[in-house]
């Protein structure tokens, strides 16, 4: 659809976005959001891996890259309000 | 709170300071003064880091991609939707009605059939109340279930006080209806059968698709027409006047849009993880009923009960789990909850039900918490209770004749 006109994305190019992904997950400072940017990330790359079709390729890797731009801003918009005390899940048993 | 931080600040007799802390506590989003780095304490209870949430069913945490949508909107796209003669109410005008297009695909309808209101008790209420009064020349009836949700059951009431009939269909014990006996109660005169989808307390879905919906839709064709219940500036094709809250509505839009798209993700896996917190906890302890049918339920709600104990305790004891015993509508009572009376649960289960709600951000690490915590305290409160150590000597507690005081 959006993606027809544009060159279906190299290897290299989506191994960047999905580490990309990955790493703006680390940075949300809230456990579930961070949880599920990485879960999601690794779980759509998975469903997507045998994807061939050159528009179908395209389509997905802009979708990722619109994800990469809320994640990148959301992980900022968090860390600006994030609450003094941390989750009980992110507080290991000393 | 405020008043107390008056009254402390009046004992000190410094007007100066009053002034200066109220004016700064309305505009700074300072942080609450019951955290600190060690942990929260509030109505006496210290935790070590903010409770896991599973009560999903009472609220749910706002998505970050809904959010990234509905931003804009509070900065500099602030325009009322309603404004006809600038650019800032025709690009608000348009949000709202992208967000309409968006709701409308969700559910299948058209988005002239969607009216934005503020929310479901709301949407009940017009559906109800305003439906009954427009018709209220040729149908005098009104059919709804015993579990609906308090906003039905009052707008009900109201129309019984107005004169209108109204039939509360009892449920089984699963929680559902009995077609047939619906079917036996519709009257040539009944003007609306209201039976919700799924339960907010027990999460049972009950077969709508064998009978004749914070978004309202109403059906074009037949036409249904209400009386509006809100009067003002005929916004919402005057069905609700009001001025529409674009941030919010984008919100609601975005969500729609991202629920069609996830909605199959997710449901795959909220569904394993209801069986793994039911599994878990089953496999540790007896004596647990999950109330409501187990075959036709939303995914994302387990309301157990647990034999045995008593369920204040069971909450108090579980701090580091943000669950409820039901309905936050209804939870300031101690009363054990109308939708689970209804489906004929004993009083002592009625009083020791939790309701564990699941949702997108749910972790199978919080469920496997979760289910650890509630088994510790469950083990716990039982380990102090004499009822429990006759029913393991085999005692029938039911036959107990107990002394009157």
């Known amino acids: ?94 | 709170m405020a008043s107390k931080l008056l009254l402390q600040t009046l004992t000190r007799r410094q007007p100066t300071t009053i002034i200066r802390r109220f004016s700064t506590a309305a505009a700074v989003a300072t942080p609450p003064d019951y955290e600190d780095p060690s942990g929260i304490t509030m109505k006496g209870v210290k935790i070590s880091g903010r409770p896991l949430y599973l009560d999903m069913q009472a609220t749910s945490p706002v998505d970050p991609r809904v959010l990234d949508s509905m931003l804009p909107y509070y900065l500099s796209r602030y325009g009322n939707p309603h404004s006809r003669t600038h650019l800032y109410g025709w690009e608000s005008e348009n949000a709202v009605e992208t967000a309409r297009a968006q709701v409308a695909a969700l559910i299948g309808a058209s988005p002239k059939e969607i009216i934005f209101t503020s929310g479901a008790t709301e949407s009940n209420n017009i559906s109800v109340k305003g439906v009954m009064h427009f018709y209220k020349d040729k149908k005098r009836h009104v059919i709804t279930t015993q579990t609906e949700h308090k906003c039905v059951l009052d707008s009900c009431r109201h129309l019984q006080q107005e004169g209108f009939e109204v039939t509360y269909l009892p449920v089984e014990s699963d929680g559902l209806i009995d077609l047939d006996r619906l079917r036996k109660e519709i009257r040539p005169d009944t003007g609306l059968v209201s039976v919700m989808a799924v339960n907010n307390e027990i999460g049972v879905v009950q077969p709508m698709e064998e009978i004749g919906i914070g978004a309202l839709y109403m059906r074009r064709r037949p036409r249904i027409r209400v009386e509006p219940q809100m009067n003002g500036g005929g916004q919402e094709r005057g069905i609700r006047s009001g001025t529409v809250p674009t941030p919010l509505v984008v919100g609601m839009g975005a969500a729609c849009e991202l629920a069609m798209k996830e909605m199959e993700y997710d449901e795959r896996r909220i569904k394993s993880l209801q069986d793994r917190l039911l599994n878990g906890i089953r496999e540790k302890i007896d004596g647990v009923v999950v109330n409501g049918s187990m075959e036709r339920r939303y995914v994302g709600n387990l309301n157990l009960s647990f034999a045995y104990v008593e369920g204040e305790s069971l909450l108090m004891g579980l701090k580091e789990v943000a669950v409820s015993s039901g309905s936050a509508c209804t939870s300031a009572s101690l009363e054990p909850s109308y939708v689970l009376r209804a489906l004929g649960v004993d009083e002592d289960m009625a009083h020791t039900s939790i309701r564990f709600g699941i949702g997108r951000f749910t972790t199978e690490e919080e469920v496997d918490k979760a289910v650890e915590l509630t088994v510790k305290q469950v083990v716990k409160l039982r380990d102090m209770s004499p009822l429990y150590e006759m029913v393991k000597e085999g005692i029938d507690i039911k036959q107990i004749q107990w002394a009157q005081h």
Do not use: H, W
């Open chain 1, 1 to 94: 659809m959006a993606a027809s006109g544009l060159a279906a994305p190299t290897r290299t190019e989506v191994l960047q976005l999905y580490r990309s992904l990955l790493r703006v997950a680390r940075q949300f400072c809230d456990y579930n959001i961070r949880e599920y940017t990485k879960r999601r990330t690794i779980d759509a790359f998975r469903d997507n891996k045998n994807l061939t079709d050159p528009s179908q390729l395209s389509a997905a890797f802009s979708d990722g890259k619109a994800q990469l731009e809320v994640a990148k801003r959301q992980a900022v918009v968090y860390s600006l309000y994030a609450p003094k005390v941390k989750s009980i899940m992110d507080i290991k048993p000393s």
